[in-house]
């Protein structure tokens, strides 16, 4: 059954559709200077079959399909963001389904891999996912997501500190319903939900995207990252804004540049034999 937090989600990703993959694609992975979209498709590995939980405008399945995978298919809650999957010259031939992860709409054994990028961490159930993941996955087939939640670092840190008392202010009836599940944060608890249903432990890699960018640019990275921001009038985020500016001016670069960045995660197992 759809929950408030997903109804959320819905209605915001019907919004804004294409808001996250604008976001990703302007970072690069230090030490690798790729998008996390193609640092983490090379991981997964050369899957032909692929299915993206919450695929978003499938900017992921683009990635994989650059990459050799002939059979992708994507399920997402919003209209508005599988539509623009469905425009992508790559995913002409994609099966993309409106729908929840904790009911995947695709026949058992059908994929190599189940994969999921940034949107774990936002769901409910997580015990039903996994267990629909283990279902339409091939024997020894792969699971794998980046998850957020492991912190920020330069402005992104500033923001987060300087935005948090003002989303925590945000009145009850306005605040995001996101679900979410923490134990996406650590490897041990990926392990507790997926080992139940036949996974092998996790690899773990933490991965840091750098976003250094003009403050302006920063500062738009900054609050279409936390779905929070979108609940602050525009007093507020005025006044966010002005302190922002003034709290990371002494972290600007000679040419202009504010150094951020944030942390994020990807796990990776298979179905054990
Ligand atoms: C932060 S965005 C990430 C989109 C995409 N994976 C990317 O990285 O570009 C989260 C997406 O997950 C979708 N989503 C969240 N919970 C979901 C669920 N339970 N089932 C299917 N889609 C879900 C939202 O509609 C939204 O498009």
Known sequence: MTTPGELWLREYHDR????????IEAGRVVGDGRTSYDVFAERVGNARRVVDLGCGDGALLATFARQGAENLAGIDLSAGELELAAQRPELRAAQLKQGRAQELPFADKTFDAVVSHMTLMLMADLEQVVAEAARVLAPRGVFAAVVGGDGAIGATEVFFELAKPRFDAVPEERKPRIDGDRRTRSAEGFDEFLA??????????????????????????CCETLYPASTLDDAQLAELRAEFAEATRGLMTDDGILPAAVRLNIARTRLAE
């Open 16 to 23: 804004k559709p294409d808001s996250q993959s604008v976001l």
């Open 196 to 221: 139940p249903v036949g996974f092998e432990p996790v690899a773990w890699e933490q991965i840091v995207v750098d976003f250094a960018a003009p403050p302006e640019r920063v500062w738009a990275t």
